[in-house]
């Protein structure tokens, strides 16, 4: 897991690791862009799934989406989509929550997953990796890419917080003391990491973004940022980036 794994092409952040598909972590400057226009930028043709995204651990696959009975989009923190000889783009945005991009180098099948740290603590990045088992994936043959999000060393949150999320793994990573006596501060993709290698997928078969969404302004959207920087914060973040994949 080092910064090599990692590419700019034409402004958008891409993973080595998923050298196999269509796939990018997209920034501010593509702002106010949505999956329905982000999704010419990775194939020509076919079309682009995603959930309306409540920091659950709920996963959806892309003909569910396809199927819903009204407008309205279905709760879900991930999609997820199999080969049907359609190209198809499964999304997820965020803030300072983690995207993470999933494929599977033999049948193809991919996944997108937003994992703040409440859908971390419900497990939803191994979740995704069952699904995909479920389906016939296996774990040699998964690849995941961890986008960029808030790091370890900015990540201020309560004990409570931090608890409910190391709960899930059985080695104590990811948390280091902070200034404030009652808080700590938390390494979301360190812990899905581990979640990941308790889960029996290989270390080499994940990477990590070198890049934290508060720190690199220039480049990202941070709802922490904003939050400090407004008095009367919205509840949710009003700008986000976002992440997708495909197949095509």
Same mark, same amino acid.
């Not at 958008?12 to 862009?33: E, N, Q, Y």
């Not at 699904?131 to 890419?145: F, I, N, P, Y």
């Given at each position: ?13 891409t993973c080595d690791l998923l050298a196999d598909w269509r796939h990018g972590f997209f920034t ?81 099948s991919v996944a997108a997953v937003h994992a703040g740290w409440r859908g971390t603590a419900a497990?939803? &990045? *191994?979740?995704? $990796? ?12 998964? +690849? %995941?890419? !961890? ?17 409910? &999320? *190391?709960?899930? $793994? ?12 009652? +808080? %700590?501060? !938390? ?30 302004e220039e480049i990202f959207f941070s709802y922490r940022r904003y939050f400090l920087n407004n ?18």
């Amino acid at each position: 897991m080092n910064a090599n794994q990692w590419q700019w092409r034409d402004n958008v952040l891409t993973c080595d690791l998923l050298a196999d598909w269509r796939h990018g972590f997209f920034t501010r400057s593509h702002a106010p862009k949505l999956p329905t226009d982000l999704h010419n930028h990775l194939v020509t043709s076919g079309k682009a799934y995603r959930a309306k995204q409540v920091h659950g651990n709920r996963l959806i696959h892309a003909d569910e989406i396809e199927t819903a009975p009204n407008t309205n989009l279905p709760e879900a923190d991930g999609v997820w989509a199999t080969c049907n000889g359609i190209n198809r783009s499964v999304w997820v945005c965020t803030a300072d929550c983690v995207p993470v991009l999933i494929g599977d180098r033999r049948l193809g099948s991919v996944a997108a997953v937003h994992a703040g740290w409440r859908g971390t603590a419900a497990g939803i &990045v *191994t979740k995704a $990796i069952e699904t995909l088992c479920d389906q016939g994936s296996e774990l040699k043959d998964l +690849r %995941v890419a !961890l986008g960029p999000a808030i790091s370890g060393q900015v990540y201020q949150v309560s004990q409570d917080v931090a608890q409910q &999320v *190391t709960a899930t $793994i059985s080695q104590a990573v990811g948390v280091q003391p902070d200034e404030h006596p009652e +808080r %700590v501060k !938390l390494d979301l993709r360190q812990v899905q990491v581990q979640q990941l290698q308790e889960l029996g997928l290989p270390t080499e078969n994940v990477a990590i973004a070198p890049y934290c969404t508060l720190q690199h302004e220039e480049i990202f959207f941070s709802y922490r940022r904003y939050f400090l920087n407004n008095p009367n914060p919205l509840p949710r973040a009003p700008q986000v980036q976002w992440s997708g994949i495909a197949i095509a």
